[in-house]
Nanobody
Framework: QVQLVESGGGLVQAGGSLRLSCVASGRTFSRYVMGWFRQAPGKEREFVAAIRWSSGGTVYADSVKGRFTISTDYANNMLYLQMNSLKPEDTAVYYC?????????????WGQGTQVTVSS
């Protein structure tokens, strides 16, 4: 049974930083793309960033490019999202996701989410 469990959310002031973590278990993820999505109140879930487990290739949403960094710890099946220069508009529930071959808008696996709140 695949499980994705996020941690690291919280309350931070604008301009601050947070690092989200996601531990993946239940299968081998070498063929998978891992990623982060977020959903703000009253808005649809949106893509944030993704990384291919095998090659380390990354892609980011324009809204976070240059501020967020996605990374993995392959040996420990960990996924991270380092978030710097946070803005109030980054406030959302952040979800870890996994999809085979490529990241779609409806990934195969989701975590339960972790709340990030950025105060102005």
């Amino acid at each position: 049974q695949v499980q994705l469990v996020e941690s690291g959310g919280g309350l931070v002031q604008a301009g601050g930083s947070l690092r989200l973590s996601c531990v993946a278990s239940g299968r081998t993820f070498s063929r998978y793309v891992m990623g982060w999505f977020r959903q703000a109140p009253g808005k649809e879930r949106e893509f944030v960033a993704a990384i291919r487990w095998s090659s380390g290739g990354t892609v980011y949403a324009d809204s976070v490019k240059g501020r967020f960094t996605i990374s993995t710890d392959y040996a420990n099946n960990m996924l991270y999202l380092q978030m710097n220069s946070l803005k109030p508009e980054d406030t959302a529930v952040y979800y870890c996701a996994a999809d085979e071959i490529r990241m779609s808008t409806t990934p195969q696996y989701w975590g339960q989410g972790t709340q990030v709140t950025v105060s102005s």
